[in-house]
């Protein structure tokens, strides 16, 4: 009778999983596509910028371009180039949408065709050059003529490569507007080729209204010769994105080489900066990121999202699944909720399963997120209810799930199918000792049991294939009360355990907390129980798990 019971209960088969990036949208496809960046149009249509080209990313031909959509994003326009896909090197546009429904585009541009380094090395120009823009008022079908913005000569390009004469810089994300102004941040390289980096930031007062190009206003910020960096966190700091507080704040986050995502604060406009430090969860613990892009959103509702990758990864590898965390204001500060899985590939390769420049398109209280993999950019719906889980979960009211089933010893164990959307165990325990091969809960395929190194792990099993993964260590403790919930997640063939109401990130000893399943592990045999549990038939939420143990 459980049994059955469990087995009527399987979620939604994976094939129908909207955080799987093969049910995306194209937007477009190409020998490399990137930073597909969206702004919505008063009529209602999506107009994309992105940048691309035949080739690999960096080589020459690459330019960047526009599409829209009047579908909510499931079919696009042929890509009309806002640069020739012949002229000098373009790359990195970011949209602005106007109030008076103009959409500007930024970005870099090789302006002086430079492709050597001083001693005639050849070079990427990618980053060279000068910062542009060019405005459509037909929704991307035609564009303007080019324009350049006054990006001022500070130390860092002085210390480059050309001393000064060549900028390195290029930005990511797309402008936020605030009380009638429009900002972005981009970043400045102060030695060729991604070296000492260092954050800046372009504000007009009048670009969302003023309509004569001629008469806008720019101040670059922070003010003096030196951008947003600190020297604690090394050569690389990048890719500087920002939201507004509502007290008129600035917050700001940026990627690393130190495994961590870095935060700061504005609260004089962006003249000055407070000190750059690791951004934390609202527990305290540090936010785990390698060396990829840390994207910023403002939701409608005044709320924030943070993309990220949950794992201190000091590369430009491992960036499948993407997570998010939520965010909302406390003290003049965000803090940031526990991440959940967001999009997921199960192509893993470096050249093509990596998730990364994403976007968020909000509109009629419905989001969407568009990503890319480097050849494909795609945009698909997104569950807002996952949104509201996090911030409900930062604000003390988080839904606790009612679907579970109390496990006890000698009754029958069966478990969804792990391509139906996988199952949540958690367990109560209070472990007198840490005594390696104590089995704490077996059956059905599933073995919970303490391990040598003094950690609690879980072992899944279908006699062809298995995969172990385990807590933290350090995580429980001998003499102690926990609850341990094993979240066995089988879109992204992800398990990730939670003690304790906190998921495990691997701490100080490992790069990752969680760790995959082979999805050739489909199907788990059924059993009897030894041991108590309690069973539910899907991947849990961490804001779930979460609001179990409170």
């Not at 390009?157 to 900028?167: A, F, I, K, M, S």
Request: some cysteine; glycine content about 12%.
């Amino acid at each position: 009778m459980i049994a059955a019971a469990l087995v009527a209960l399987a979620s939604l088969s994976v094939s129908a999983d909207w955080r799987d990036v093969a049910n995306g949208s194209v937007i477009h496809e190409h020998g490399y596509c990137d930073q597909p960046y969206i702004v919505v149009a008063p009529d209602g249509t999506w107009v994309c910028v992105f940048t691309t080209n035949p080739g690999h990313e960096g080589q020459q031909r690459q330019y960047v371009a526009s599409s829209r959509s009047t579908d909510q994003g499931q079919t696009w326009s042929e890509p009309v180039p806002i640069e020739p896909p012949d002229g000098p090197e373009a790359s990195w546009a970011m949209p602005l949408m106007t109030y008076f429904g103009r959409v500007y585009a930024f970005y870099d541009f090789n302006g002086d065709e430079v492709r050597t380094l001083p001693n005639g090395k050849a070079c990427r120009a990618d980053m060279l050059g000068w910062y542009c823009y060019r405005y459509s008022d037909d929704l991307g079908a035609t564009w303007s003529e080019r324009r350049r913005l006054p990006v001022r000569v500070t130390a860092c390009d002085r210390g480059n490569d050309w001393g000064g004469e060549v900028q390195i810089l290029w930005g990511i994300g797309k402008p936020v507007k605030w009380n009638g102004t429009a900002w972005f941040g981009f970043t400045k390289l102060g030695r060729y080729m991604l070296e000492e980096g260092e954050g800046w930031f372009f504000r007009s007062d009048n670009i969302l209204t003023e309509r004569d190009p001629d008469q806008l206003r720019w101040t670059m910020l922070p003010e003096g010769d030196h951008g947003l960096r600190a020297p604690a966190f090394g050569s690389t700091q990048e890719e500087h994105n920002l939201v507004p507080l509502s007290d008129g704040g600035l917050y700001c986050v940026y990627r690393t080489t130190t495994g961590h995502i870095i935060e700061s604060y504005s609260h004089d406009g962006g003249r000055t900066w407070s000190t750059p430090e690791i951004a934390r969860y609202a527990d305290g613990r540090p936010i785990k990121h390698p060396r990829a892009c840390p994207r910023l959103w403002r939701a409608a509702n005044g709320k924030f999202l943070l993309w990220q990758h949950n794992h201190g990864g000091t590369d430009f590898a491992d960036r499948n699944p993407a997570w998010v965390s939520g965010g909302i204001e406390r003290d003049g500060r965000i803090v940031w909720s526990a991440p959940e899985i967001l999009l997921y590939s199960h192509d893993h390769s470096y050249e093509t399963g990596r998730l990364s420049y994403p976007d968020l398109v909000e509109q009629d209280g419905r989001y969407w997120v568009s990503v890319t993999q480097k050849t494909r950019a795609t945009v698909q719906e997104v569950d807002g209810a996952l949104f509201e889980g996090m911030w409900h979960s930062l604000e003390g009211e988080a839904r606790v799930p009612n679907d579970g089933v109390e496990l006890s010893a000698g009754e029958a164990a069966a478990y969804s199918s792990l391509d139906q959307g996988g199952f949540t165990l958690v367990l109560e325990l209070e472990l007198p000792s840490l005594t390696p091969a104590q089995a704490l809960f077996e059956g059905g395929g599933v073995r919970v049991a303490t391990t040598e190194g003094g950690t609690v792990g879980i072992t899944l099993s279908d006699d062809e294939h298995t995969a172990t993964w385990d807590t933290d260590p350090g995580a429980v403790m001998s003499g102690g009360r926990h609850t341990i919930a094993f979240v066995v997640d089988g879109g992204p063939n992800v398990i990730l355990p939670v003690v304790d109401g906190v998921p495990c990130d691997g701490g100080e000893t490992r790069q990752y907390g969680w760790g995959r399943f082979p999805q050739e592990l489909a199907v788990l045999p059924g059993g009897t129980a030894s041991g108590a549990a309690t069973y539910y038939p899907r991947a849990l939420t961490m804001a779930e798990v979460i609001a179990l143990t409170r």
